[in-house]
C-alpha cells in the first residue's frame, strides 16, 4: 500500500492500521511461538474474498493484509491490515471487521506451542460473537 | 487418484497433512468419505467425524453431508478457522 510511504491521492483523508503479536503468555500458559497451518490457494482466495467484500463494504480506497505462515516466535507481529479511506470512521470500522473475518473465517490453522507442550487453538464464543456482528 | 489433505488437528490425527488415496466410485457423499475413512483408519476417522470439521471438495466447502465429492481432485478436512 503505497499510502504508508505518503504517495496518497486526494481523496484519501484516513489510513486506519493493526498488527496482531504472537504474545508471550496465553490462557494456557506461556507461549515460545506460534505456528500457523494454511490450505495454498484456497487461503489467498478466500482472505482475498473476504478482503474484497470489506473494502466493498465501508468504501474503501485500498485495503492492504498481509497475514503470516508458518513458525512465528513469541513477540513476533503475525498480522497487518491497514485500510485506507476518505474519513476516519470507515477506515476504523473495516480494519476491526477485517481482523474480525481473519480470527473465524480465514482458512489458517493455529498451534501455540509452550514449555509444556502443543495445542490447536480455534476460535473463542466471543471470537464468533464479534464476527456475527458483522453482516457478510 | 484423489488427494486428501488435513489441516489442523485432523494433519495430527492422519499423521500427515495429504495423502493420495483411489477412491472407491460407490463413494458419493461427504458422509460416504467419513465413514469409508473410519472404515480405513478408526482413530483417524473419529478425528474427521466431528461435526465442526467442515469438508471442501477442489477448494469449495460442502456445505451438507450429503454433497457430492464424485470426481474431486483434492478433499481437505478443515477443523475450525482460526487465522489473526
Known sequence: ?136 | MTRILFFGRTRDAAGCGEMDCEIPAAIESVADLRAWIASRDPELGAAIAAKDIRVAADQCICLNEGASIRGASEIAFMPPLSGG
Not at chain 1, 504472537?22 to 494454511?38: I, K
Not at chain 1, 489467498?44 to 493484509?65: C, G, I
Not at chain 1, 480494519?95 to 502443543?118: C, H, I, N, Q
Open chain 1, 1 to 136: 500500500m503505497r499510502a504508508f510511504s505518503g504517495e496518497r491521492d486526494g481523496e484519501a483523508g484516513a489510513l486506519a492500521s493493526f498488527v496482531g503479536y504472537c504474545r508471550t503468555e496465553s490462557p494456557n500458559g506461556p507461549v515460545n511461538q506460534l505456528e500457523l497451518d494454511h490450505y495454498p490457494g484456497f487461503t489467498e482466495k478466500e482472505v482475498s474474498r473476504l478482503a474484497h467484500s470489506v473494502a466493498m463494504r465501508h468504501n474503501l480506497l485500498d485495503l492492504l493484509v498481509i497475514h503470516r505462515i508458518g513458525v512465528i516466535p513469541a513477540n513476533d507481529p503475525v498480522v497487518l491490515v491497514a485500510a485506507l479511506s476518505s474519513h476516519r470512521a470507515e477506515a476504523f470500522a473495516a480494519t476491526v471487521e477485517m481482523m474480525d473475518y481473519l480470527k473465524t473465517d480465514a482458512p489458517f490453522w493455529k498451534r501455540e506451542t509452550g514449555p509444556d507442550g502443543s495445542r490447536w487453538i480455534e476460535p473463542t464464543a466471543a471470537d464468533y460473537a464479534r464476527r456475527s456482528e458483522h453482516s457478510k
